[in-house]
Every structure is written in C-alpha cells, then in structure tokens.
C-alpha cells in the first residue's frame, strides 16, 4: 500500500509564499503524473498543476505565472512553490501520482491565505 503525505500548508498572508510538499511511503515505479489537485469549501477538487515524468508541466490558469511544480522521480516526490498568493488560493491542497493503472491520493494539507 502506497501512502502520499502532503506537507508544508499553513496561513499566510496575501503576497506571501508557501512550499508545498509531497512524499511518497515508499519509491512508486511507472509513475507517470505526479500533480497537485485542491478544494475550496463548497466547491470541487480542481487540478492545480501537473508534471509528467518527462517533465511536461500543466498549470491551471489562475495559477500560471506563480505557482511552479516540480519533482523527483527517483524519489517519488513531488513539490509546489506558490509565490503571490490570494485569499481565493485557500484551499485544501491534494497531492496524486497516478498512471494508467495507478492512481494515489494523499489526504491533503490546509492553505490559507489572509486578506
């Protein structure tokens, strides 16, 4: 059983950063998304931005320009730098790896940012 833990939530102020991080319990092989999902209340869970194992990055557009997605294939990780953040970037922030025939969440980290 493979098990994602998000890390480095928390408040923050408008313009403020945050980095956020995601691990694996142990290296998952033939992993080819790794990505970054969150859901604000009342709302659905929504990609934020994605990163395919050869390094294809996808951003949501209210995010490009700020948000930045990387990884470490070698070690099942995966990260999110958000710089210039908004109070309507609160949200919980999910982490899933996923292939054709994986697919792992993690139970998400709060962000939230005051106005």
């Known amino acids: 059983q493979v098990h994602l833990v998000e890390s480095g939530g928390g408040l923050v102020q408008a313009g403020g950063s945050l980095r956020l991080s995601c691990a694996a319990s142990r290296v998952i092989s033939l992993i080819n998304t790794m990505a970054w999902y969150r859901q604000a209340p009342g709302k659905q869970r929504e990609l934020v931005a994605s990163?395919?194992?050869?390094?294809?990055?996808d951003y949501q557009d209210s995010v490009k320009g700020r948000f930045t997605i990387s990884r470490d294939s070698a070690k099942s990780t995966v990260d999110l730098q958000m710089t210039s953040l908004k109070p309507e970037d609160t949200a919980v922030y999910y982490c899933?790896?996923?292939?054709?025939?994986?697919?792992?969440w993690g139970e998400g980290t709060q962000v939230n940012v005051s106005s």
């Open positions: 990163i395919t194992r050869g390094g294809i990055t």
């Open positions: 899933r790896a996923y292939s054709l025939n994986r697919n792992y």
